[in-house]
């Protein structure tokens, strides 16, 4: 009996009409490409503030090979968005590595930027829009090598009140040292850059920096760095605004010898008062040869920076070392509490886990979160974290309906988990992507709640070249793959 006939025998049965499916409604496309003019789009961004739903990335519009600034903007939680973009960078270099924060008070963007000098080499720039239709006819250059001899790169932006704080890595001494530079008009004028490192300059690589700011002055940033053969975490604070950092530095990833194995790709979370979590991936209990079996490490502040933990503390649980633990992403509640999640392989592919931690002390055992298909049956990468009315709201790429295409396919779809009124996550993950199941490739993913509304950005490959696609979910909906017709 075909479906049409078993449906028809159902009405005729019952009486019950079946249940129509939910009307499909697409993703949106807001990179303003055409089919005349279809850029490749990449390295997006997103940040939302109130009624404001930021998004950014760069592409290759405006001529083959050449890498330009861009942002659109919703003014109504993402119902509608501009028709055009906004290009940031006025300058004709390539761009890299941009990264936006926003407030009441606009829009602050930064990145890198090889515009100076004949070397091809990054400088960094910023610029800000008080509403992100328009931006000024001159970016702001803040790493002051206006020659382009040094190599500046990776930059990171935090916002706090008036005061908007850049970190970056150059090797202006040789190898990679980390940089900070503050401003206390909203980006108006900038302090002279800062090395922050207590090492000899230019002695190791220091990279992959990440900076917050306090409520009281405080300026918080940590890194990665080579300086004594394998990567170390370390940290360093200004109480001057950044002006000086003469507090010293402290390594974080305590434990095992110094530099003795590789310790990597922090990220910093504070509730910009006292309270500070510098959480990373940790080889000291894998194979430093293939570098596989990763652990997630941390440590914690409760005192601004002052004093750490005596030791790094492992988060994942399990046998130290058997599987690879990677990709964390931090939250702070506030009063000593925080969130964490993290792609996790100890089922084989790998899984979502989500924990606290309570004053330097690890909660309850983790919890897989991304139950909607067997342990390991596939992989949930890239998670995402946010904090909705209730709790965590944690987002990922996943690849179990593309493997029932192809076993050896790259494509991912979206999806989402949350904590609901009952304070737990919900039984199954919803999908946030709207397009034919495991038939593209998906990256850059991104999400911001506010109220109990999701908004969602990421790059998208559906149609061949890159472009940027968004999603507004109110939590607890899903996206609907279109019927099988429109595949």
Not at 357 to 383: F, H, M, V, Y
Request: proline share 5%.
């Amino acid at each position: 009996m075909s479906r049409a006939s078993a449906v028809l025998l159902l009405f005729a049965v019952t009486g019950c009409k079946p249940e129509e499916p939910p009307p499909w409604i697409d993703d949106t496309r807001i990179d303003g490409g055409s089919d005349l003019n279809d850029p490749e789009s990449s390295g997006t961004r997103m940040c939302a503030h109130e009624s404001s739903v930021y998004v950014l990335w760069v592409d290759d519009r405006v001529a083959s090979g050449r890498r330009d600034l861009w942002l659109n903007r919703s003014g109504d939680l993402g119902q509608t968005w501009l028709e055009a973009p906004a290009r940031i960078n006025r300058g004709d270099g390539l761009v890299d590595s941009p990264e936006l924060t926003c407030s009441a008070d606009g829009v602050f963007v930064v990145w890198s930027d090889d515009r100076d000098g004949t070397l091809g080499r990054g400088n960094i720039y910023f610029s800000h829009s008080i509403d992100g239709t328009e931006f000024p006819e001159e970016d702001r250059l803040i790493s002051g090598d206006e020659e382009g001899f040094t190599e500046e790169l990776s930059p990171r932006i935090s916002l706090f009140g008036d005061r908007v704080a850049v970190t970056w890595s150059s090797d202006s001494y040789g190898s990679y040292d980390i940089f900070v530079s503050v401003s206390d008009d909203l980006g108006q004028s900038w302090q002279i850059p800062q090395r922050i490192e207590a090492d000899q300059p230019g002695s190791g690589w220091s990279g992959r920096p990440q900076v917050a700011l306090g409520e009281r002055d405080e300026v918080w940033v940590t890194w990665e760095d080579t300086r004594n053969n394998e990567g170390d975490i370390y940290f360093a604070y200004s109480d001057t605004g950044g002006r000086n950092f003469t507090n010293g530095e402290a390594r974080l990833d305590l434990g095992d010898d110094v530099g003795a194995s590789d310790s990597f790709a922090p990220q910093l979370c504070t509730d910009n008062r006292e309270d500070l979590l510098v959480v990373w991936q940790d080889l000291r209990n894998g194979d430093a040869e293939t570098g596989e079996g990763t652990d997630i490490l941390f440590n914690t502040s409760s005192d601004g920076g002052r004093t750490w933990l005596d030791e790094a503390v492992r988060l994942d649980s399990g046998t130290p070392g058997a599987f690879d633990s990677e990709k964390p992403r931090c939250y702070s509640r506030g009063y000593g509490t925080f969130d964490v999640v993290w792609s996790d392989g100890r089922n084989s592919a790998m899984d979502i886990y989500h924990r606290t931690i309570q004053d330097g002390i690890p909660g309850e055992e983790e919890e897989r979160i991304d139950t909607g298909t067997g342990a390991g049956s596939s992989n949930a990468l890239d998670p995402q974290l946010a904090w909705g009315p209730n709790g965590p709201v944690v987002a990922w790429r996943g690849d179990q309906l593309a493997l029932e295409i192809d076993p050896d396919s790259l494509n991912s779809d979206l999806y989402y988990n949350y904590v609901d009124a009952s304070g737990g996550f919900l039984e199954s993950e919803l999908r946030i992507d709207a397009w034919p199941d495991g038939l593209t490739e998906r990256e850059d993913l991104n999400i911001a709640v506010i109220g109990g509304t999701m908004h969602v950005a990421w790059t998208d490959s559906r149609n061949v070249n890159k472009d940027i696609y968004v999603r507004t979910l109110s939590l607890g909906d899903e996206a609907v793959p279109p019927p099988a017709t429109t595949r």
